[in-house]
């Protein structure tokens, strides 16, 4: 069974500052992507990364995979309110239209 | 685009009841679908992997029995939850995927069970 671990578990910051959540696996990923989940609503899409070393940024969230593939992070600059939620990376070891797994998932609380 | 669709957004039935929830992709087709299961404050659990015109495949201790599920068009999913108990109460979301290309999945708003 391959596992993702994510950390930290938890995470409430204010609003303004900067984190970092972290996807580890002992596994190669074919593909990763992160998701965000609000309360009540199902996940969110936010990126997938492919390439090995890979940086994505979508506006203040920066998204790294490692080299070798086996993890990966989100960054968040200036966190504000609206950022609060449930965080899940997703990797797919198989390649192609397969099942994905779930990481433990990281909750981020910002409070203005 | 990639819009999947569930319903009933939540559900309250008393034990030994069963509960149906579809889930559909509303503007591309999905060869496959998967189910989800999610307790408060918890990832994502896969439940099983629907596959249309064909048996569900089923994760590790998941009763097949328990959770029907049937894929009867490229467009729509439906999770029977039969003789449903207490603990069977959750938060159940489908998935669905785009063909080719990486692997990405759309989920559904997720369907609350609450059983008496």
């Known amino acids: 069974t391959q596992l993702l671990e994510q950390s930290p578990q938890f995470l409430s910051i204010q609003e303004g500052e900067n984190l970092t959540v972290y996807c580890n696996s002992s596994?190669?990923?074919?593909?990763l992507q992160w998701y965000r989940q609000e309360p009540g609503e199902g996940p969110v899409l936010l990126v997938t990364?492919?390439?090995?070393?890979e940086v994505k940024k979508l506006k203040r969230l920066t998204f790294q995979f490692g080299d070798a593939r086996k993890d990966s992070s989100l960054h968040i600059t200036a966190a504000q309110p609206g950022d609060t939620g449930l965080y899940l990376c997703a990797g797919d070891w198989s390649g192609g239209y397969q099942k994905v797994t779930f990481g433990t998932g990281t909750k981020l609380q910002v409070i203005p | 685009g990639a819009v999947v669709s569930q319903h009933p957004s939540w559900v309250i039935c008393k034990s030994g009841t069963s509960v149906k929830i579809e889930c559909r992709s509303l503007?591309?087709?999905?060869?496959?679908m998967f189910w989800y299961r999610q307790f408060p404050k918890q990832s994502l659990m896969l439940m099983a992997t629907?596959?249309?015109?064909?048996?569900?495949?089923?994760e590790q201790g998941v009763e097949k029995d328990k959770f029907l599920i049937n894929h009867a068009s490229l467009t729509l999913s439906t999770l029977t939850v039969t003789s449903a108990h207490p603990e069977d109460s959750s938060f159940y979301i489908c998935?669905?995927?785009?063909?080719?290309?990486?692997?990405?999945?759309?989920f559904g708003p997720g369907t609350r069970l609450t059983v008496l």
């Open positions: 629907s596959n249309e015109g064909s048996k569900a495949t089923y």
């Open positions: 990364v492919v390439t090995g070393g």
């Open positions: 998935s669905a995927g785009l063909a080719g290309g990486v692997n990405e999945q759309f």
């Open positions: 596994s190669v990923f074919s593909s």
């Open positions: 503007d591309f087709q999905a060869t496959t």
